[in-house]
């Protein structure tokens, strides 16, 4: 299950974030770089709106370009777009969109909502999760050889 809570001020409009870093430094055994925070939000297109996240024009849907397709909120981040339409009887009832970034964590805590998902996220997380390990030395396996001799070859049978 994905920890996704709603924007406060927002209940419409669910956010799921997590961060993490993108490097592992093998010879500092340790991460390295800034961190970062992927970030989904879930809504229909007027809420995402009226969020302030992304403007009208940025969600038009735009042909041969795919559902994947870059775009720049109002704050110049890229992000994606995937569309999910709900259809009952063959009648149209509804559209969501899902909102995908993927940002340096000083930028995504700027966004609505984005700090508490986070908060959220890592008070769910299990031991095994990112701050744990970035704060864990890795196991370290030795090299092993093992050498097997056959004394047996060429002895003359007596």
Do not use: C
């Not at 961190?35 to 939000?41: E, K, L, Q, T, W």
Request: glycine share 6%.
């Amino acid at each position: 299950m994905k920890p996704r809570i709603p924007v406060p001020g927002f209940p419409a409009v669910i956010v799921d974030a997590r961060s993490y870093y993108r490097e592992w430094d093998a010879n500092a055994q340790r991460y390295v770089g800034p961190p970062f925070a992927f970030i989904s939000y879930v809504g229909s297109p007027q809420e995402l709106v009226r969020l302030g996240l992304v403007t009208e024009d940025a969600l038009a849907m735009r042909p041969r370009n795919g559902k994947r397709a870059p775009r720049l909120d109002t704050e110049g981040n890229h992000f994606t777009v995937e569309r999910h339409f709900t259809v009952r009887d063959g009648v149209p009832i509804g559209t969501r969109l899902t909102l995908r970034f993927d940002l340096e964590l000083h930028r995504a805590l700027k966004l609505p909502g984005v700090a508490e998902a986070i908060a959220h996220a890592e008070a769910q997380a299990l031991p095994e999760s990112l701050p744990a390990l970035a704060a864990a030395e890795p196991e370290r396996s030795t090299p092993r050889l093992r050498l097997i001799v056959d004394n047996t070859r060429g002895a003359a049978a007596g």
